[in-house]
């Protein structure tokens, strides 16, 4: 509780500065056979840095689709999205990925390891691939710190799903990210599972001062992130 | 370089998978097949290269139809060369054991200049390097002739009217690369002998050579100086040239090997855009996190690719080593065609072979390579967002481009390249269609099918493209084996058994004018029909239609060489039933005017048309006269035939020598042995073995193609795997929803075994019947025998295909039935 009051006053205390995150008029609209779907619907969102952000809703009202839209991991039918100041639509899909591979990491809740490689591979791809120079040392240090040292040579499909949910975690915090995007991380997990994974969660944001945008329904989860985003039918409510 | 890192990392894992291993080993088909191929061609080459001098027998040689003048050796002597003087031709020779026919060389002391011949006691006994050529009085034999006329050294055979004691057996003679199986074998002599056998006469085919070597820069002079002033009949031939008749026959086998050998690189082509388009499924969600953690779209095709180009340089070398031990066996079987020994292969053609990987590795895997860039971002968070495919036809245009570009080149040009393409695409098309209607149609039956048989049965159909692929594929290669196997004996013995019991199974050539009463007395003496006797009067054609005639005009090698030699000429007063006009009219009875009826054949290769006037040299002296007719001949009636023909009073004031042909019943030897006892000159070519020989030589070499179809057979099977592993995901989910349902293991090995029985069947139908189409064709078309349908060629097929592909399918879908169900549901996904 601490931990998290002092984290507000931070926020609190670089209220004049710009968001990590904003978005204005964000929509995504499909086609069906019928009719044209709107999924997600004008809208507006900041997310100050350090600060922890649930979006919540029920099945089917948007939330993943929010997401996968404020990470550039989609294309919106309007509207645009600031990361650290840069717009991420005014770039094409490689300037995007190397946006995210700069600032930003991710937590899914089906995991999402490459089942080719042990966990110490997976933790070292993002890092590989930013070009570091000692990507080994580092993802070990890291899955050391998501209690996994003894694991570094295992593949995904040696670890139990929590397991994997902490390589996956690991892999996410490896490249020492500003700004971390999670998906239902604990969607997968039993509840001591999960509430293991959530600890290390924060611990990490904590530790790290990253921000964190994750998408529940777990009202637990929520109920630990600094603010709330409700959606509901693609429409958003603070 | 951090992404062949990474791919390396992923590499070590996804090696192990089966559409890797379908690449590797298709890479693997595909190259061992050009290699093999490459390897023994240039093993081949390299002897050539290396023993070049030693074939000709000395640096240069000046050849001639007629004496060499006395300039060409006085002029290599006053230049410092030495020299060598040799005679050759055909002649019978007589042993204690019989009669044969030999190639006889008559050589001075000096011979050879280049190389040393290699002569034993006794065919089996050790040999030893031999100082020059046989002394005068004695001979030195081929082995042949020590087995069929008992030429053992110490006893004394007849060469003509000489007696010569056989002093050695030859082992190696340098002058010969090929050496056909001793159709005539050789006889050596001394030169100063020669006159005394009486056999150098008018109409003889006699070749004259005079072998000079010595310091490069002296022959070389020689040669440009000697040339110029070379008369008809002269040629000089240097190291480079004599090579050249070798290589071009090396060079069209290897072409038409090497063509054979494309046919697995066609079908591993199938199996390698399968195994890339499967790898990419694979990676789609790979590609997708890969994005989603910042790898550009270049790193994730670099990554990719890395990870099939390390596989696919894995299957080339592996190809590459199979193509060299493959090889071995290669020339193992045909080295009854090479009196030298083959030197090891160079590094050439596993660069071939590696051209050939990198074509089907860029052509076949880069479009589904492509395909992974564009894989959404979005599927991190939802699996069912679909990927973007591009049209197959267009992706793989480049690799079908490049597989057109490399059947062209192996062909060595583009006529035969084309047709090459236009053959495999036909029998492609063929086999696709065939296979489409018979999936089909097969399919039809399965309500009739009870259990794991129907299932079997809709599993074909519901796969209907991966079936088809593997019918083709299957079938085509199966035809290829069929139609060289049974096809090919199946058409050998109905031709054979298609000539007439008493059909000319001997030539005898070489009969002088004076002996025509004399040799058809001695038949007729025996018993024997008394054999019909044409004369032969050798000439060589200096125009056509007024325009010189010179080898340069002719692009054709086999119009070159007309151009170069002399013909034999004939005459006859009427038409034979065996020759048939096609255009003109053969001359009327008692017609005075000269004429010629020139063989169609011949005509087309030298642009000889009606009315086109013929100019001749004959011993010296020119006449010409005008073509009135051209003729159709049946050469497979083994009747003495000519290409030219002149009308009566032409030719018969030059000297002529006279040529038959007759039947020799089985039993009857004596009568060619008295024959070529009191007629020395006459020479007696046994048919029956030329045609014994031919059959062997071509046994030889379609046994070789047949082992160079092997790999088709191979990617065949490669492509079935091919087929099993895209559809592995599927088999096994299917087989764990049966097994889940109470399936015993038993009903699941039978729906499988129905569905690849199924494709074997078809694939073997496909075979036979493509194989009795193309019998059909050639026996119609090229023997002229009525084709008789063989039952034996369907029922091959179908047991080939049906047993192999069974067996080959069953091993490959372990994997389907082995899987405990939960684990292969969860597997899946």
């Given at each position: ?111 999402q390891?490459?089942?080719a ?14 070009g ?15 209690g ?91 | ?80 060369l ?10 019978m ?27 034993a ?36 055979i ?27 074998p ?49 040629r ?42 499967r ?36 299957g ?65 968070l ?61 399919a ?29 594929a ?31 199974n ?45 080898p ?17 000429l ?5 038409l034979r039933?065996?020759?048939?006009i ?17 063989e ?16 001749w ?38 000297p002529?020598s ?117 019998a059909m064709?050639l ?51």
């Open positions: 509780m601490n931990a998290t009051s002092e984290v507000e006053r931070e926020t609190a205390g670089v209220a004049g500065r710009s968001a990590i995150v904003r978005a204005e008029g964000l929509t995504k609209q499909v086609s069906t056979p019928d009719h044209d779907l709107v999924i997600v619907r004008d809208v507006a969102l900041d997310v100050r840095a350090g600060e922890s952000v649930a979006i919540v809703g029920a099945s089917g009202s948007g939330k993943s689709t929010l997401l996968g839209l404020l990470a550039g991991l989609d294309v919106p039918s309007a509207g645009r999205v600031w990361i650290d100041g840069e717009d991420l639509f005014a770039k094409d899909e490689d300037g995007r990925a190397r946006l995210r591979g700069r600032l930003v990491g991710f937590v899914f809740q089906s995991f390891l490459l089942p490689l042990t966990a110490l591979e997976n933790v070292m791809l993002p890092l590989e691939l930013a570091a120079a000692d990507a080994a040392a580092s993802a070990a240090l890291v899955l050391g710190q998501v996994l040292a003894d694991r570094l040579g295992h593949y995904p499909r040696q670890l139990s799903g929590g397991e994997q949910q902490r390589v996956a975690v690991a892999r996410a915090f490896a490249t020492q990210p500003k700004l971390l995007f999670a998906d239902e991380p604990t969607g997968n997990l039993d509840s001591a599972t999960g509430a293991q994974v959530i600890e290390l969660l924060f611990r990490m944001n904590r530790e790290r001062g990253t921000t964190l945008v994750l998408v529940t329904h777990d009202e637990a989860l929520a109920g630990r992130c600094d603010r709330r985003v409700g959606i509901a039918a693609g429409v958003v409510s603070a | 370089m951090k992404n062949f890192l990474i791919a390396m990392r992923m590499l070590r894992r996804n090696a192990h998978s089966g559409e890797a291993k379908v690449l590797a080993a298709a890479l693997l088909v595909a190259v061992g097949s050009v290699t093999t191929v490459g390897f023994f061609a240039d093993r081949v080459r390299g002897a050539l290269d290396r023993q070049a001098n030693e074939l000709l027998g000395g640096d240069l040689a000046v050849i001639s139809d007629h004496p060499l003048p006395q300039r060409f050796a006085a002029r290599a002597a006053g230049d410092g030495a020299t060598a003087g040799t005679t050759t031709f055909p002649s020779v007589s042993g204690p054991a019989g009669v044969s026919l030999s190639e006889i060389k008559a050589v001075g002391r000096a011979f050879p200049l280049r190389g040393r011949l290699r002569v006691d006794s065919p089996v006994a050790p040999d030893r390097e031999a100082e020059g050529g046989p002394a005068p009085g004695t001979a030195w034999v081929a082995a042949p002739l020590v087995s069929r006329i008992g030429a053992r050294v110490g006893e004394t007849r060469v003509g009217n000489a007696s010569l004691a056989v002093a050695a057996v030859i082992t190696r003679e340098p002058d010969s690369v090929l050496d056909y199986f001793g159709l005539a050789r006889l050596l002599m001394s030169e100063a002998d020669l006159a005394a056998t009486g056999l150098v006469q008018v109409g003889s085919r006699v070749t004259w050579r005079l072998l000079v070597a010595g310091e490069a820069d002296a022959v070389a002079r020689y040669d440009r100086e000697m040339r110029p002033g070379l008369a008809r009949g002269e000089i031939e240097s190291v480079r040239d004599a090579r050249s008749e070798v290589r071009v026959s090396l060079e069209r086998a290897q072409r038409f090997l090497g063509l054979a050998s494309l046919l697995s690189v066609v079908l591993a082509s199938v199996a390698v855009a399968l195994a890339a388009r790898f990419s499924l694979r990676q789609t969600d790979a590609a997708a996190m890969m994005r989603c953690l910042g790898a550009a779209q270049a790193d994730i095709f670099a990554i990719n690719a890395w990870q099939l180009l390390a596989l696919a340089a894995a080339c070398a592996a190809g590459t080593l199979a193509g060299y031990g493959a090889q071995a066996v290669l020339a193992h079987w045909l080295s009854g065609f090479f009196s030298v020994a083959l030197p090891a292969p160079g590094v050439r053609p596993a660069a071939q072979g590696a051209v050939i990987g990198i074509v089907l590795v860029l052509g076949f895997t880069v479009p589904p390579l492509l395909r992974l860039r564009n894989v959404p971002t979005l599927r991190v939802r699996s069912d967002v679909a990927v973007a495919e591009p049209s197959s036809l267009a992706a793989y245009a480049l690799g079908l481009a490049a597989l057109s570009g490399l059947i062209v080149w192996q062909a060595g040009d583009a006529k035969l390249g084309g047709l090459a393409i236009g053959g495999f695409a036909l029998a492609l098309g063929a086999a696709a269609a065939a296979g489409f209607a018979l999936i089909r149609g097969l039809r039956l399965r309500s009739g099918a009870t259990g794991p048989w129907r299932y079997g049965l809709a599993n074909l159909r519901r796969r209907t493209g991966a079936s088809l692929v593997q019918v083709m299957l079938g085509v290669g199966l035809m290829a084996m069929l139609l060289l196997t049974v096809v090919r004996t199946d058409l050998v013995v109905k031709w054979q058994k298609s000539m007439p019991a008493d059909m000319p001997r030539f005898a050539i070489n009969i002088q004018s004076d002996q025509l009463p004399l040799v058809k007395g001695y038949f007729a003496d025996l018993g024997l029909a008394t054999p019909d006797l044409y004369p032969m009067v050798r000439g060589r054609l200096v125009a056509i239609g007024g325009r010189a005639v010179t340069a005009d002719y692009e054709d090698p086999r119009a070159r060489r007309l151009a170069e030699r002399e013909f034999n004939s005459w006859a007063g009427t039933p065996d020759n048939r096609v255009a003109g009219a053969w001359w009327k009875p008692g017609a005075t005017e000269a004429q010629f009826s020139v169609e054949g011949i005509a087309k290769t030298l642009s000889i048309r009606v009315g086109d006037t013929l100019a040299d004959v011993a010296g002296s020119r006449f010409s006269a005008k073509v009135t007719s051209l003729r159709k001949v049946e050469w497979d009636s083994f009747k003495a035939n000519f290409f030219v023909i002149a009308s009566p009073g032409v030719l018969e004031a030059y002529a006279w040529i038959t042909s007759f039947h020799l019943p089985a039993g009857r030897e004596e009568v060619v042995n008295r024959l070529v006892d009191r007629f020395p000159n006459v020479s007696v070519i046994d048919l029956t073995a030329i045609m014994g020989q031919v059959k062997r030589i071509s046994d030889q070499v379609s046994r070789a193609v047949e082992f160079v179809f092997l790999f088709a057979i191979a990617a065949g099977i490669v492509v079935l795997f091919a087929a099993i592993t895209a559809t592995q995901d599927e088999r096994v989910f299917e087989g764990a929803v049966m097994r889940t349902l109470g399936a015993s293991r038993r009903q699941m090995v039978l729906t499988q075994l129905a569905e690849f029985l199924a494709i074997g069947l078809l694939a073997g139908l496909v075979a036979a019947a493509g194989a009795v189409g193309l064709v026996s119609d078309r090229v023997l002229g025998v009525p084709y008789e349908f063989d039952w034996l060629v369907p029922v091959a097929g179908l047991l080939a295909g049906g047993a192999g592909v069974a067996l080959a399918g069953l091993l490959g879908t372990r994997k389907a039935i082995d899987t405990p169900p939960l684990a292969a549901i969860r597997a899946v996904t």
